[in-house]
């Protein structure tokens, strides 16, 4: 049962425009939502992360977005740049788990900016 | 500071056999965590160890075994291989601190191929 989805498995876009990667969730539990970012052959690295209290936060050319009645966020790059290109996992946490390491990961969207 | 490490980084078994993969820390880490990452099943949770202690564990079968010694360092098991178990072994470290942000510092992972 995949509780976090990534319905896009790849996306291209050229330099310069935005990126919208999606991420849909079923688990009413979860109130935590990050994103992570993988290069081939490095491990992911944390980009950016939402609580559910918020709709938006916002970092550099990064933004997430939340819509919690949709059960719904998004990560949008702008603008977009060749260095973005990699693999874009979206996860997700609940703040009844306490501290851990335990995330729950959508299978990936790749996505690869043009120039 | 050195980032995760994790050996060996690829690994060829047959199936029936078992493998140990190990995962090195970042200094000062105490929680270890190992993910499952295969296509189009994202990067799924094994386990998490804090202090010598399992302190969280995913929905994988009991072949599946970890432990973690008193220098934080982390090895998995997994026992009886089937041709499934072949994915990218991904291990994360963290401190309770950047845990309560659900940030993890990822290795580059061991592939292990399953004949």
């Known amino acids: 049962d995949q509780q976090v989805k990534q319905n896009s498995p790849s996306l291209s876009v050229q330099e310069g425009r935005i990126s919208i990667l999606n991420c849909d969730y079923t688990?009413?539990?979860?109130?935590?939502f990050l994103w992570y970012k993988k290069y081939p052959a490095e491990g992911p690295t944390f980009l950016i992360s939402?609580?559910?209290?918020?709709d938006k936060n916002e970092d550099g050319r990064f933004t997430v977005f939340l819509n919690k009645s949709a059960k719904h966020l998004s990560l949008h790059i702008v603008p977009s740049q060749p260095g973005d290109s990699a693999v874009y996992f979206c996860?997700?946490?609940?703040?009844?788990?306490?501290?851990?390491?335990?995330?729950?990961f959508g299978q990936g969207t790749t996505l690869q900016v043009k120039p | 500071k050195a980032g995760v490490t994790q050996t060996p980084r690829y690994l060829i078994k047959t199936r029936g056999q078992q493998v140990t993969l190990s995962c090195s820390p970042i200094?000062?880490?105490?929680?270890v965590s190992w993910y499952q990452q295969t296509p189009g099943q994202g990067l799924q949770f094994l386990f998490e160890?804090?202090?010598?202690?399992?302190?969280n564990k995913g929905n994988f079968p009991g072949r599946f075994s970890g432990r973690q010694f008193s220098n934080s360092r982390s090895e998995m098991n997994v026992s009886t291989l089937e041709l499934g178990d072949s994915a990218l072994y991904l291990c994360?470290?963290?401190?309770?601190?950047?845990?309560?942000?659900?940030?993890?510092?990822f290795g580059a992972g061991t592939r292990l191929s399953v004949l």
């Open positions: 994360a470290s963290s401190t309770d601190r950047a845990l309560a942000k659900n940030i993890q510092y």
């Open positions: 688990n009413s539990m979860f109130d935590y």
């Open positions: 939402i609580s559910s209290i918020k």
């Open positions: 996860a997700a946490s609940a703040v009844d788990w306490g501290n851990t390491g335990k995330l729950i």
């Open positions: 200094s000062g880490h105490r929680s």
């Open positions: 160890y804090f202090s010598e202690t399992q302190r």
